[in-house]
Every structure is written in structure tokens, then in C-alpha cells.
């Protein structure tokens, strides 16, 4: 590895731009629980592992020079952030009609206990082609490639994984730690109404996307 201070402070500068993977965290920990976004941040995590491993094996390569493969996966990527967004505004719905007396945690955890956030936090980084090229396009600026790149693209991949995780739960926590005023129903509306555009938002733009 070459430049190591640059490569970490331009991951923790990426990192913290707000993305799929932040609107995702934010909607789970605030309608789920702390444990909610803590799942999502795992299921992020593994597809960033995922990520890593292409680009060590050489298949974010083939993914970017093949605008057949870029395309399915861009599009699936899109069409899983649309219905989460959409399934989160369908969410104000509730929200709206729910009385203001049973809006503890515990009622929270029974609504949303059936959803898997491990697999939405996991599904919206997999599919998203972006962060593919992001690896092969950023990974290689900080190795020597007169040697072998395999070790070096790996303990990047990694070291931008736990980057990433750390930020994500601190952001868990901080969330959780104002849960009290975020879960307002007023406030949640808010919340849920903005992360669903969001999430569309990034679909859409995910959507058109030139390969």
C-alpha cells in the first residue's frame, strides 16, 4: 500500500457522505430499534466484504467492462431502493392513524420484528454497481502495481469495511440516543417521508446511470 494517511482520510470523507446504505440505517434504526440499524449495518458490511472479493478476483473488472452486466445490476439495484422507498412512505399511513399511547418499543419491535433488515441493509449495497466501481477505481490509486495487488486490495477492502461499520454505529447509537424526540409521531413522519424520497430518489438516479 502506498500513501496510507490519504487512502484513510479519503475513505472516512466517503464514508460520511450520506448514501443508499446511510437512508437505509436511518429508516431501521428509527422504526426497528437500535438493534434494527445494527442489523443493517452487518447486512452492509457483508456486501461491501462481497464487493472487496470481486475486485480481488478480478470480477468488478468484468462487471464494469460489460455494460450488460452493469445494467442488471443497476436496474435490480434501483428497483429494490424504489420499494423501500416506497414501502416507507406507505409506512406514513400508519403512522398517521396511530395512537400516540401505543408508540412504545415494544409494540415497535411486534410491527416490525418480521422484517429483515440484515437483507435490506445487505441487498441495497450488493446490488448496487456503483460501489463496484468505486472499488475498482479508487482501490488501485494507493498500490504499487509493478507487484501483486491481491494482499494490498484485500486489506483495503477490509480497512474501508471496519471504517465503515465504526461510522455506521456510532450513527446507530447516536440515533437511538434521541430516539425519545425521532420517534415523535410528528417527527417520525417526517423522517419516514423524507428517507422514502430518498431511497427513491437514489433509485432513480441509480436507474440512469450511464454503464
Known amino acids: 500500500m502506498e500513501n496510507i494517511p490519504m487512502f484513510l482520510l479519503m475513505c472516512i470523507l466517503l464514508i460520511i457522505l450520506p448514501g443508499p446504505d446511510t437512508a437505509i440505517a436511518t429508516k431501521n434504526t428509527l422504526t426497528v430499534n437500535k438493534k434494527g440499524g445494527l442489523q443493517t449495518i452487518l447486512g452492509s458490511c457483508c456486501g461491501l466484504f462481497i464487493h472487496t472479493l470481486a475486485a480481488v478476483i478480478g470480477l468488478s473488472a468484468i462487471i464494469v467492462k460489460s455494460a450488460y452486466i452493469f445494467a442488471i445490476l443497476k436496474y435490480v439495484g434501483a428497483v429494490y431502493l424504489c420499494y ?35 437483507k435490506q441493509g445487505f441487498l441495497t449495497n450488493v446490488t448496487n454497481p456503483k460501489v463496484a466501481v468505486f472499488f475498482l477505481t479508487f482501490l488501485p490509486q494507493f498500490v504499487d502495481g509493478s507487484n501483486s495487488t491481491f494482499f494490498p486490495f484485500l486489506l483495503m477492502g477490509l480497512i474501508y469495511t471496519a471504517l465503515t461499520a465504526s ?34 430518489g437514489f433509485g432513480i438516479k441509480l436507474a440512469l446511470e450511464k454503464a
Open 84 to 118: 423501500l422507498g416506497v414501502k416507507t412512505l406507505w409506512t406514513l399511513k400508519t403512522i398517521r392513524t396511530q395512537s400516540p399511547v401505543v408508540n412504545d418499543d415494544t409494540q415497535i419491535d411486534i410491527k416490525y420484528g418480521n422484517q429483515s433488515c440484515f
Open 167 to 200: 461510522w455506521f454505529i456510532f450513527y446507530v447509537y447516536l440515533l437511538d440516543r434521541i430516539s425519545a424526540f425521532m420517534k415523535k409521531p410528528m417527527t417520525k413522519a417526517v423522517i419516514e417521508g423524507l428517507t422514502g424520497i430518498v431511497l427513491i
